[in-house]
T-cell receptor, first 115, second 113 residues
């Protein structure tokens, strides 16, 4: 079955440093989504990428979708304490199966920020 | 809209007891997912429904787990009998259509002692 792998599993940074998490799929994805889960909270949708090579920005967050649509990254510039949480990527079933509503999550990258 | 509503928020039960978790998806959403979150396994997809029909239950760990969606506004996840290794946070999520954002409930933290 489809697997979505994320690295690193944990990342600790000093406030003001940059942060990047990477997501890799074993198969081509029709789209990829990113979610953030604050400590003790629930996953909250951040963004969806659909096109090959797509880049989207949300303030200090930059999201990229690989040319082959098998990998993606989330980069945070100048982290703040409010960025603390776990960041997940999520993808549907592979396009080769005609698409599906099944939404599979990576294990996430837990970000801690030292003020 | 109140969002996805899950109940109870916390459940502590003894091993061997039956546990029922409840979910009310957002009105108009036709897909519903049940996830289990643990430190070791992350967010595991247990089952998902489309238009109240179970589409994929390959993530359901054992026959002790069952899920139903009798109508568009209600779903249950039942564990019978419960075991300590079932302790986790269980999330319900819903969305409309394909490839749209999923909205998560607050989760049910289950502890089986």
């Amino acid at each position: 079955g489809q697997q979505v792998m994320q690295i690193p599993q944990y990342q600790h940074v000093q406030e003001g440093e940059d942060f990047t998490t990477y997501c890799n799929s074993s198969t081509t994805l029709s789209n990829i989504q990113w979610y953030k889960q604050r400590p003790g909270g629930h996953p909250v949708f951040l963004i969806q990428l659909v096109k090959s090579g797509e880049v989207k920005k949300q303030k200090r967050l930059t999201f990229q979708f690989g040319e082959a649509k098998k990998n993606s990254s989330l980069h945070i510039t100048a982290t703040q304490t409010t960025d603390v949480g776990t960041y997940f990527c999520a993808g549907p079933n592979p396009v080769t199966q005609g698409g599906s509503e099944k939404l599979v999550f990576g294990k996430g990258t837990k970000l801690t920020v030292n003020p | 809209d109140a969002g996805v509503i899950q109940s109870p928020r916390h459940e502590v039960t003894e091993m061997g007891q039956e546990v029922t978790l409840r979910c009310k998806p957002i009105s108009g959403h036709n897909s519903l997912f049940w996830y289990r979150q643990t430190m070791m396994r992350g967010l595991e997809l247990l089952i998902y429904f489309n238009n109240n029909v179970p589409i994929d239950d390959s993530g359901m760990p054992e026959d002790r787990f069952s899920a139903k969606m009798p109508n568009a506004s209600f779903s249950t996840l039942k564990i019978q009998p419960s075991e300590p290794r079932d302790s986790a946070v269980y999330f319900c999520a819903s969305r409309v259509g394909w490839s749209t954002e999923a909205f998560f409930g607050q989760g049910t933290r289950l502890t089986v002692v």
